[in-house]
């Protein structure tokens, strides 16, 4: 079996690319599976797409409020060795929204998919708190649709996430996939910007297929970041 403590410890700058497996022991369910967010919807994309926000902002607020919030998850032991290791010596690169990364003390995060607990007006642009958004979808003083600082289907990402994304994949000498099937572009394309020779260790329940080189650890990401 790969020893994860071993190619951290001799690693220079190791960087993680993550996904919502990492938060699901915090109690945040991920999109994809039987239990997901997507499970029993019939077009799940759609709702989560720019075209439903501006033709029906109450049906895309009401999924975004009933479905996605989860104030009271806390992070887990992945979230905080992860955090531990990367303020150390590496970078966090997420596709969660959920900002769990950085409630968990990672200074080096980049939110490659926006966060969920940053609000604006997309009329004025003005910030609110998520917990004014959860209340109401409105912006009384102009009458402005407040929404989540999150890549939509169909918006093109941050400029500055991408950057920020790639930098930290080319530093790397030991990249560590977490918590996802790593099979959503363009995410699933950073690997592209690693050095040659940079080793790449995945860890997830079920084994991955993935068009490159790296090293599976087939199992519970928690117990094994319980180890480091």
Do not use: W
């Not at 915090?26 to 989560?48: C, M, T, V």
């Not at 900002?99 to 995060?109: D, P, R």
């Not at 003005?126 to 979808?137: A, G, R, T």
């Not at 950073?190 to 079920?206: C, D, F, K, M, S």
């Amino acid at each position: 079996m790969v020893d994860l403590k071993a190619a951290i410890q001799t690693a220079k700058f190791v960087t993680f690319l993550t996904g919502a497996g990492v938060s699901v022991p915090s109690g945040i369910p991920d999109y994809r599976s039987k239990n997901g967010l997507y499970a029993h919807q019939q077009n799940p994309e759609y709702l989560l797409s720019t075209d439903n926000l501006q033709a029906h902002p109450a049906d895309f607020y009401q999924f975004v409020k009933s479905s996605m919030y989860y104030p009271q998850a806390k992070p887990n032991v992945i979230h905080e060795k992860m955090a531990a290791i990367s303020n150390q010596k590496g970078a966090i690169v997420t596709q969660n929204v959920d900002g769990l990364h950085t409630a968990a003390g990672a200074k080096n995060v980049v939110e490659f998919h926006g966060n969920l607990y940053r609000i604006y007006c997309q009329h004025c642009h003005q910030s609110f708190d998520y917990q004014q958004y959860l209340k109401s979808d409105r912006h009384a003083a102009d009458g402005g649709i407040l929404r989540p600082d999150i890549v939509l289907y169909g918006e093109a990402l941050s400029q500055q996430a991408i950057s920020q994304a790639i930098t930290a994949v080319g530093q790397a000498d030991l990249i560590v996939i977490c918590g996802t099937s790593f099979q959503v572009a363009p995410f699933s394309l950073l690997v592209n910007y690693a050095q040659p020779g940079t080793r790449v260790i995945a860890v997830n329940e079920q084994k991955l297929m993935l068009p490159f080189k790296f090293e599976m650890i087939q199992a519970d990401a928690q117990a094994i970041f319980a180890q480091l």
